[in-house]
């Protein structure tokens, strides 16, 4: 298996639920991701 792990940008605080993030915020902060 060949895996490729990633972090999602800012927009998103440390221990925020995804569900209490707006639809925009949270597809720009994946969008953005870089490899961690």
Do not use: C, M, W, Y
């Not at 940008?9 to 902060?29: H, W, Y």
């Amino acid at each position: 298996f060949h895996l490729t792990f990633t972090k999602i940008a800012q927009g998103v605080p440390t221990g925020v639920n995804f569900e209490n993030i707006d639809s925009v915020s949270l597809s720009r902060a994946f969008n953005s991701r870089i490899k961690a």
